[in-house]
C-alpha cells in the first residue's frame, strides 16, 4: 500500500512558477513509477508528466513539454513537479499517482492540490 499526500498548489499569475510536491508512504518508493495528473473543471482528468521507477526516463504531454519539470528523490520518498511559464489554462486540480514497477494502471492516487493561474 502506498499513500500519497499533495502539497505546494496555490494562485498564481499567468508566467509564474510553482513547485508541487507529493510524499509518499511505505518503503518501496523507488519501485514505483510516479505520474502526475490534472482535471479541469468540466474535463477529464489527464496526463501531464510521469518519471519511471527504473533509471527515471521522464514523459511530458505536449502542452507542458519545456515549462514542466518532474524529478523524485527516493530518499525523501517525495516526487516533485515545477511549473514555470504557467498559463490559464494550466488550472486544475493536480494529482499524484503511483503505479507500481511496469504495471499499466495507476493503482494509487492523492487528494489532489488545486492550482490556479491568473490572466
Known amino acids: 500500500q502506498v499513500q500519497l499526500v499533495e502539497s505546494g498548489g496555490g494562485l498564481v499569475q499567468a508566467g509564474g512558477s510553482l513547485r508541487l510536491s507529493c510524499a509518499a508512504s511505505g518503503r518501496t518508493f523507488s519501485s514505483y513509477t510516479m505520474g502526475w495528473f490534472r482535471q479541469a473543471p468540466g474535463k477529464e482528468r489527464e496526463f501531464v508528466a510521469s518519471i519511471h521507477w527504473y533509471g527515471g526516463s521522464t514523459r511530458y504531454r505536449d502542452s507542458v513539454k519545456g515549462r514542466f519539470t518532474i524529478s523524485r528523490d527516493n530518499a525523501k520518498n517525495t516526487v516533485y513537479l515545477q511549473m514555470n511559464s504557467l498559463k490559464p489554462e494550466d488550472t486544475a486540480v493536480y494529482y499524484c499517482?503511483?503505479?507500481?514497477?511496469?504495471?499499466?494502471?495507476?493503482?494509487?492516487w492523492g487528494q489532489g492540490t488545486q492550482v490556479t493561474v491568473s490572466s
Open positions: 499517482a503511483a503505479r507500481f514497477l511496469d504495471s499499466t494502471d495507476y493503482n494509487y
